[in-house]
């Protein structure tokens, strides 16, 4: 990888939170490397690199009571926080420090664990409607989509696709044309406003097709909100939500990727609204992994644009400001 890639910097979503409990293991990969994120039974959580000290050997494959994690191969006894306690082949001998698991940066955030393994952690995305007081949120199990992170954020910018790839849900030909729609960066986001799409339902409330107001805000490479604005052809306030969605890179053209939905209707029926998303997203996926190459063009000679593309092409610039090239792909100059 790229050693001035400043994606070692970013965070990533690594489990639902609300599935890491005492004394469990957790093993997963981000950016190539394996991890291990353990809970111990106090509750408390730590993550490490998914490598013994000793001899390489997979962490995950060994056993974890709450206390101590023990290596399945010499069987090393670590605590949850890192330092070795045991080595059996020397029981009374005391480990050296340097035999201590190297802890990985992590957080928690909108209903999941997040981690950095770089030094100098960046944000984690913002998603203002989470912390609005109404309303509900759910978060989505992660699902995995062979294709770049940027690939896959692309896609959740884009509009001009609605009537064809989701036809009859969030749009309908002939109502294919895409208006201009505000490209801005603010403090450093990448803001897409007004964007307005025909559909044949626009909300809980709807009783005949009409057009749907959203804005984009994009403040991680990896990641995007997306936000419905309430209007008068959907019922009001109600029918208004947001979408966080975040690729987490298992690999380069590999990702799982997470969604916390947070709907204004406190009372929304949220195994609705899970097989709703499912739906929109699993038409999404053959198209997206279809996409050559798999990592995101940056330098715009190398695939053809149209006007309703400006906020793709915004997006690519973004990446570049942001120096990510992990996912991405340029002509050499
Ligand atoms: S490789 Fe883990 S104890 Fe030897
Ligand atoms: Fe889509």
Redo the contacts with the bound molecule.
């Keep these: 990888m790229d050693a001035a890639d400043t994606i070692h910097n970013e965070w990533f979503p690594v489990a639902n939170a609300a599935n890491v409990t005492g004394n469990s293991m957790h093993p997963f990969q981000v950016l190539d490397q394996r991890y291990l994120l353990l809970c111990d039974s106090a509750g408390s959580v730590f993550v490490t690199v998914d490598t013994?000290p000793?001899?390489?050997?997979r962490l995950s494959l060994g056993s974890f009571d709450g206390q101590r994690l023990q290596?399945a191969?010499?069987?090393?006894e670590f605590e949850a926080a890192g330092r070795c306690v045991h080595q059996p082949a020397h029981p009374d001998r005391t480990p050296s420090l340097s035999a201590a698991l190297q802890p990985v940066s992590i957080r928690e955030q909108y209903g999941l664990w997040w981690v950095c393994g770089g030094d100098e952690p960046k944000n984690i995305p913002t998603f203002a409607a989470f912390a609005e007081g109404r309303g509900t949120s759910l978060v989505m199990n992660a699902a995995r989509v062979e294709s770049s992170g940027p690939r896959i954020i692309e896609n959740f910018l884009d509009q001009a696709h609605f009537p064809y790839i989701h036809a009859d849900y969030l749009g309908q030909t002939p109502h294919t044309e895409i208006g201009r729609y505000g490209v801005d960066i603010v403090d450093g986001e990448l803001h897409l406003t007004n964007c307005v799409v025909w559909q044949p339902n626009p909300g809980p409330r709807a009783t005949k097709g009409g057009p749907v107001h959203y804005d984009y805000t994009v403040s991680h490479p990896y990641a995007a909100t997306l936000t419905k604005v309430p209007s008068e052809h959907d019922g009001g306030e109600l029918g208004g939500f947001s979408i966080l969605l975040v690729a987490s890179p298992i690999t380069e053209t590999s990702c799982d990727v997470w969604r916390v939905v947070k709907v204004a209707d406190a009372g929304a029926d949220l195994n609705a609204q899970r097989a709703f998303n499912r739906t929109i997203f699993d038409q999404d996926v053959p198209i997206v992994e279809s996409q050559r190459p798999q990592r995101l063009p940056l330098s715009p000679q190398m695939e053809q644009h149209q006007p309703a593309d400006a906020g793709s092409l915004a997006y690519r610039k973004w990446l570049l400001a942001r120096g990510t090239h992990y996912g991405t792909v340029q002509i050499e100059r």
């Design positions: 013994c000793h001899r390489g050997a290596c191969y010499h069987g090393w």
